[in-house]
């Protein structure tokens, strides 16, 4: 599923998600707020596309996937130098918190997401793109 | 057909369905989340919901079954249904699920198999009371334009 972009400023975002109905939800959410993503199914698929040289400026994690967890993917790719791109953790496990942020993920947000929280999180992408040039 | 009175009975439904606590606020999340370009899209999702969470469902009565007794796998398909339940506001379905969970944790087979009987029970009066909610809902809308999904 290829991103489209809806200007100079619009992010690109990458979806981890296993679970159909949460990722059919935040996808929605983030194409109401005119955002359209990438979306990977676990997180080895999500690694795959750092390894292939893709860039997105935001990513949200599921914690718990089969083949490689959301954490995991959080330390793998932050050990390629994805040091920009913004990573949220999102998981309706309480234990979600602390193994996202151990892993290098920029912030933990709980499910289900509200859609004022992800309109946020993407109205800081778009400001530090801004800046950036 | 008075599409009006239509309406005002779906809102009542609905209202219905969050004061028993079948509902929560979530649930008006995904509803908001619709728009011209995805006119049906909460119907869409609860119909997605019914054919995932079955699924699910059918996964963790053949774990329940088996032997020996797998408490962490147990746990990991209840996990993911109670994130579902989550993620459309089935707030008694999941509650139900934190049950089984908190059964899980403490390696209390007879309150799994319990709590499992009440989480199916509560999947099926939910999905009837949407049906009936969803089907109001088309029959309000213009005339001609409903389309069924499969739930």
């Known amino acids: ?133 | 057909m008075d599409y009006s009175n239509l309406r005002r009975q779906a809102a009542s439904m609905k209202k219905s369905l969050f004061d028993q606590g079948y509902l929560d606020e979530q649930f008006c999340q995904v509803e908001d989340l619709q728009d011209e370009a995805s006119p049906n899209f909460a119907e869409e999702v609860i119909t997605l919901f019914f054919k995932d969470s079955a699924r699910l469902i059918s996964n963790i009565e053949q774990a329940l079954e088996k032997y020996p007794k797998d408490f962490n796998k147990w746990d990991a398909y209840m996990q993911q249904l109670k994130g579902s339940c989550s993620s459309i506001g089935a707030s008694r379905m999941k509650s139900e699920c934190m049950s089984f969970r908190e059964f899980c944790g403490q390696g209390n087979v007879e309150g799994c198999m319990k709590s499992f009987q009440k989480v199916k029970r509560e999947h099926g009066v939910l999905r009837q009371k949407l049906e009936a909610y969803f089907q109001l809902l088309r029959q309000a809308g213009p005339a001609g334009a409903a389309t069924r999904p499969g739930m």
Not at chain 1, 4 to 12: D, E, L, S, T
Not at chain 1, 55 to 81: L, N, Y
Not at chain 1, 104 to 123: H, I
């Open chain 1, 1 to 133: 599923m290829a991103s489209k972009n809806q200007g100079p400023a619009a992010p690109r975002a990458l979806v981890v998600e296993d679970i159909k109905v949460d990722l059919v939800v935040l996808l929605r959410m983030l194409r109401k707020l005119n955002c359209e993503a990438t979306v990977a199914h676990n997180g080895k698929e999500a690694v795959d596309l750092f390894l292939e040289g893709k860039t997105f400026d935001i990513v949200f994690f599921d914690k718990d996937m089969p083949v490689m967890t959301g954490p995991e993917a959080v330390t793998k790719i932050r050990g390629m130098g994805a040091s920009g791109v913004k990573m949220v953790g999102v998981s309706a496990d309480f234990g979600g918190l602390e193994a996202f942020m151990q892993a290098g993920a920029d912030v933990f947000v709980p499910k289900p997401m509200k859609l004022e929280t992800l309109d946020a999180m993407l109205q800081e992408v778009i400001g530090k793109k801004n800046m950036s040039g």
